[in-house]
């Protein structure tokens, strides 16, 4: 596109020279500016601790089947966390998951962390591909502590 006819002849670059397009529109004695405008967003889950809706004193005085005995298996390194529903500590290093599909996973903490700190939930960043992978991705506490994940194992129900 000429643009010749926008400036005066006094302006043009001297024939063969290499100047982009846009120079010539500001005057010789002035600097362009670059604005840069920078958009973010962030998204934080937070997954609750799991509510119980059966008090134990419910059951006193009838016979109540005890409960499955369930097993690790392995599973993969990573869940979608739109699947995670609820969450409750498990021995000193370990959180339960309750997945939509009534799925228990257990997620082994790193080291130095207390499933403790997890007791009212924990805080996720959400990731492009939507997952919580192990060492990859850090939960934070409500009470300020972080930690990243170092396994997934699914629970699952043996016959007795």
């Not at 302006?11 to 397009?21: F, I, K, Q, T, W």
């Not at 004193?57 to 005890?66: E, I, K, L, R």
Request: charged share 25%; hydrophobic share 35%; proline share 9%.
């Amino acid at each position: 596109m000429d643009r010749s006819h926008l400036t005066a002849p006094e302006d043009r670059p001297p024939a063969g020279s290499e100047v982009s397009e846009w120079l010539p529109l500001a005057p010789p004695t002035q600097t362009p500016a670059f604005d840069q405008v920078r958009i973010e967003q962030r998204v934080i889950i937070r997954i609750s601790p799991r509510g119980n809706s059966v008090r134990p004193s419910a059951f006193n005085g009838m016979d109540v089947p005890p409960p499955p005995r369930l097993v690790e298996r392995k599973m993969g390194n990573c869940i979608p966390v739109n699947r995670i529903v609820g969450v409750e500590p498990r021995g000193d290093d370990r959180l339960l998951l309750f997945l939509s599909d009534r799925t228990l996973v257990t997620a082994q903490l790193a080291r130095n962390c207390s499933a403790r700190d997890y007791y009212a939930g924990f805080y996720l960043e959400r990731t492009r591909d939507g997952q919580m992978c192990v060492n990859r991705d850090k939960i934070h506490s409500r009470a300020g502590s972080n930690c990243s994940i170092s396994s997934l194992r699914r629970l699952v129900e043996v016959g007795n």
